[in-house]
């Protein structure tokens, strides 16, 4: 595996809740931040939420309230739990793992889509 597998993605209902999954490539203390991004349609792709090695955790604006980020250390796995989701939700979403030496390998990415 050299690249981050991602899981959780699939189509729900406005105000629903999904759990993305990603496991890392390797020993997730390997990268010093893990994230997820999405990519609408049309649009280009942003940041969505990342938490370092320490715990520190981001989150996009429109995100913040709604979404959570966590890792489990003994999977090397990270998870984005979204609640209330809304339609502008609607993305690929990838999950991104950036080593000490800045370089980023990303996942092939999981669609979710939210119907209004």
């Known amino acids: 595996q050299v690249q981050p597998v991602e899981s959780g993605g699939g189509l729900v209902q406005t105000g629903g809740s999904l759990r993305l999954s990603c496991i890392a490539p390797r020993n997730i203390f390997s990268f010093n931040t893990m994230g997820w991004y999405r990519r609408a349609p049309g649009k280009q792709r942003e940041l969505v939420a990342t938490?370092?090695?320490?715990?520190?955790?981001n989150f996009a604006g429109s995100v913040k309230g709604r979404f959570t980020i966590s890792r489990d250390n003994a999977r090397d796995t990270v998870y984005l739990q979204m609640n209330s989701l809304k339609p502008e939700d609607t993305a690929v979403y990838y999950c991104?793992?950036?080593?000490?030496?800045?370089?980023?390998?990303w996942g092939q990415g999981t669609q979710v889509t939210v119907s209004s």
């Open positions: 991104a793992a950036t080593s000490r030496d800045g370089s980023t390998v």
């Open positions: 938490i370092t090695r320490g715990g520190s955790t």
